[in-house]
């Protein structure tokens, strides 16, 4: 007999939205000088930057959270596994598709009529040159999340089948380790460096899911809001005190993508977000939340088609926050536009 879904945490919906503005904001740099870069000091635009690095592992948490519900409620491992393996993965080989083709429209035409045809070719060419790193990203950079996603799930389902729950956790926590000896602390003395860079954040992905799923297994309450904005805010003060001490003993730049920190951050943002608090209970935000992954999978399309006026306008405080909420909108406008339509409706909700 098919169980009728839940209803929608309206708290959960309202942080997605601000999560995934955050992301933008990451793509689109809003208030960087280019006489100083994000993480060359500890300006406005970098601190900005540094505060947003709550929204992946947020989704993350959430994601393991929620797959860890869909087990328990349909009392085994594969049907929700496979359906998450596969719907990720799904959206990132249709996204994949599409980020080889000249969204930066005009920027391709400056190379001649042929010019669309030509960044084809180079796209297509930088995946035959790179396949490993095609593989773990796609076509673009930020597709990362969604192979990340399939790998955090089948990971936790295959462990869990054998009942090796302790050991995942331990795997999670090692590859968490390695990952902030390899990004997070390269130039420190036990850190190292590595090409590819850990920068899309494979190995730190299985911790918060795995989070995740653990805070499922003691259920939610109302007490989590307290508890989870306590740890972010500790998760961020620390993640700003490592990368400052990382750049003052070693001269890390201070734009991390993640720190020890960044877990007790995204944690926290998860936990205040899982506790259902009318605090967050905005019903005309959260009507967003189902949108949020078409809009995180397009919004790189207007990230690059905007450039020309961003290099233009740039430096321009009204622009400075123009440039984020236009891509939002944009990708919102166009997620909502592929959805109507039975084919494409499944790469983006």
């Not at 996603?149 to 089948?154: G, R």
């Amino acid at each position: 007999m098919d169980v009728a879904p839940r209803p929608r945490v309206a708290s959960v919906d309202a942080v997605r939205v601000g999560a995934i503005l955050a992301v933008i904001a990451i793509h689109t740099t809003p208030f960087e000088h280019a006489a100083s870069p994000i993480g060359r000091s500890f300006d406005f635009a970098t601190l900005l930057n540094q505060a947003t690095r709550f929204a992946v592992p947020f989704f993350l948490v959430v994601a393991g959270y929620f797959w860890a519900r869909k087990v328990a409620e349909a009392g085994e491992l594969r049907a929700p596994t496979t359906r998450l393996v596969r719907r990720a993965l799904l959206v990132w080989l249709a996204w994949s598709a599409i980020y080889l083709l000249p969204v930066n429209l005009f920027g391709a035409l400056e190379q001649g009529a042929l010019g669309p045809l030509k960044v084809i070719y180079w796209n297509a060419a930088l995946v035959v040159k790179r396949p490993a790193i095609a593989l773990l990203e796609g076509t673009s950079p930020h597709l990362w999340f969604l192979v990340a996603l399939a790998f955090c799930a089948a990971t936790s389902a295959v462990f869990m089948h054998f009942g090796l729950r302790r050991v995942l956790v331990v795997l999670a926590a090692v590859l968490y380790a390695l990952g902030l000896a390899g990004q997070a602390y390269p130039d420190a003395p036990f850190g190292f460096h590595v090409d590819p860079a850990f920068r899309n954040g494979h190995l730190f992905a299985l911790a918060f899911f795995v989070t995740g799923a653990w805070l499922q297994r003691r259920g939610a309450t109302a007490g989590w809001f307290p508890v989870g904005a306590v740890l972010a805010l500790a998760g961020l003060l620390l993640h700003l005190l490592e990368v400052s001490l990382a750049h003052t003993m070693w001269g890390t730049p201070l734009e991390r993508d993640y720190v020890a920190g960044t877990y007790l951050f995204g944690v926290g943002a998860a936990m205040v977000a899982l506790s259902g608090t009318r605090r967050l209970g905005w019903q005309r935000v959260a009507t967003l939340g189902p949108w949020v992954l078409g809009i995180y999978a397009s919004h790189m399309v207007f990230v690059e088609l905007l450039k020309p006026l961003d290099r233009r306008l740039t430096g321009s405080p009204l622009w400075e926050i123009a440039y984020p909420a236009a891509v939002f909108a944009l990708a919102l406008g166009a997620t909502r536009l592929l959805a109507r339509f039975t084919r494409t409706r499944p790469i983006v909700i």
